[in-house]
């Protein structure tokens, strides 16, 4: 087996000058080369979530996906292992895989007709006598991550050999996952259905510093709020982030997890009572719901609805997966000052298909209604950023008030307006940034 190292180390930059004492600089967000060290070290460095298990539930089964700006093939071969292949014929560097999901037991390069199993194993090569006799197949395999490995059908990778294992790696963001996929017991989540796709105008860390952002969704969301609670009432939905002057007098909360990772929790006004009958009107409501108090009686059936609509939690996983009610936020940087989002809907195995349909409509509501609101914001922000006279972002909130508490297991939780998300991820950006990483990939 062959290993290509690539050395990291970089001295060109003094993070501890780029963000300190609750500010960040602007160029963090607009220069192109700090972009292109960070889709090395972060994106290599760490573990990157690259998609989920149900989405090649089949032998043959893959996806394409990126890793920062590498492109991959996620496989599973005819014996079931996943693989992570690096999408890059070893002959001309052509994608191999230009599909973005499918079956295929072999990849054809379309340019010069190379072929690779699922594996990465190069099996021909057309005219292959040309090449003379110190030619070998071996040396021209796919190159492929040499560490992927899957928590509860979540499936990560990394190119960092020294990277702790994917468990301690997820550190208190792993009981929060637990808890979203145990919602309801018995059953299974499925990626399969396509994705709401956006390019952003702005820098992917635009998006993911909205992620743990309880301040602006009563600013942000007015119009929103506002036309719900006129045609609906004051009760439904996120209508709690507006009924206080100060929204960190309600029991939401944020909070840092390690190593990057940040949640905020909606569940103490959501689903303090009834998350289903908060929910907005959506198309079929009632009569699915009453076909199903028939089928299984009413209270499995208040059970099932409760998950129909969103648990409630913003479980960020750095750093490109935000969990957002029921859905998969997935963030994909395509340069300094451009981002594409991915939403995929999640649906459930073994519950009736009136449940699953209801996750649909609740996947459609709020990136359609509500995440318009957020990239107008994000595409302002990488705006203003332009003026290189104002070079400091702040992400002080809540730094000197002391309502911050740290539990036994150095858990911090915040006010939900807290900059906290920021700044704790920010923490986990810059120990990649600064360390003197030796990536690997294997052929």
């Not at 052509?94 to 010069?112: E, I, M, N, Q």
């Not at 709401?196 to 909205?210: E, F």
Request: with cysteine; net charge negative.
């Amino acid at each position: 087996m062959n290993r290509i190292h690539t050395q990291t180390n970089d001295s060109r930059y003094d993070w501890n000058a780029l963000m300190h004492d609750g500010q960040v600089h602007r160029s963090l967000y607009t220069d192109p080369a700090i972009f292109e060290l960070e889709m090395v070290k972060v994106f290599g460095g760490t573990w990157t979530f690259l998609g989920h298990e149900s989405e090649i539930a089949e032998p043959n089964d893959f996806i394409t996906r990126r890793l920062g700006l590498r492109p991959l093939i996620i496989t599973r071969d005819r014996a079931g292992k996943v693989h992570a292949l690096l999408n890059r014929c070893s002959h001309r560097a052509a994608t191999v895989c230009r599909l973005p999901s499918g079956s295929a037991k072999f990849f054809t390069c379309p340019y010069h007709g190379w072929a690779y199993t699922n594996q990465g194993e190069l099996v021909s090569v057309p005219g292959e006598g040309a090449y003379g006799p110190e030619y070998r197949r071996a040396d021209y395999n796919l190159a492929h991550l040499p560490r992927v490995d899957s928590y509860r059908g979540f499936i990560f990778g990394t190119l960092n050999p020294e990277a702790g294992p994917l468990v301690e790696c997820l550190a208190g963001a792993r009981p929060l996952l637990d808890q979203w996929l145990d919602r309801y017991p018995g059953t299974e989540i499925v990626v399969r259905s396509s994705a709401q796709r956006m390019v952003i105008r702005a820098n992917w860390k635009m998006i993911y510093d909205n992620a743990g952002d309880g301040y602006h969704p009563s600013y942000s969301h007015r119009s929103l709020l506002q036309i719900a609670a006129e045609r609906y009432g004051p009760d439904y939905d996120m209508q709690y982030f507006g009924k206080s002057s100060d929204p960190d007098d309600s029991p939401l909360y944020v909070q840092s997890l390690g190593n990057g990772h940040t949640f905020l929790d909606q569940r103490p006004e959501m689903h303090a009572e009834s998350a289903w009958q908060r929910q907005r009107p959506q198309p079929g409501r009632e009569a699915y719901e009453t076909a199903l108090k028939e089928r299984v009686g009413e209270e499995e059936a208040r059970g099932l609805l409760e998950v129909a609509v969103g648990s409630g939690m913003n479980l960020n996983i750095f750093p490109n997966l935000l969990i957002v009610g029921n859905q998969l936020q997935v963030l994909e940087p395509l340069a300094v000052d451009r981002s594409q989002v991915n939403w995929y809907g999640t649906t459930l195995s073994g519950v009736p298909d009136e449940i699953n349909v209801l996750r649909m409509r609740t996947q459609e509501d709020f990136p359609a209604l509500g995440d318009v609101d957020d990239n107008a914001n994000f595409e302002a922000c990488q705006a203003g950023l332009a003026i290189p006279e104002l070079e400091w972002l702040d992400v002080s909130r809540h730094l000197r008030t002391k309502r911050e508490q740290v539990d036994s297991h150095g858990i911090v939780t915040g006010p939900v307006t807290d900059d906290l998300h920021l700044r704790e991820y920010y923490k986990e950006w810059k120990r990649l940034m600064s360390a003197d990483l030796k990536l690997t990939v294997e052929r």
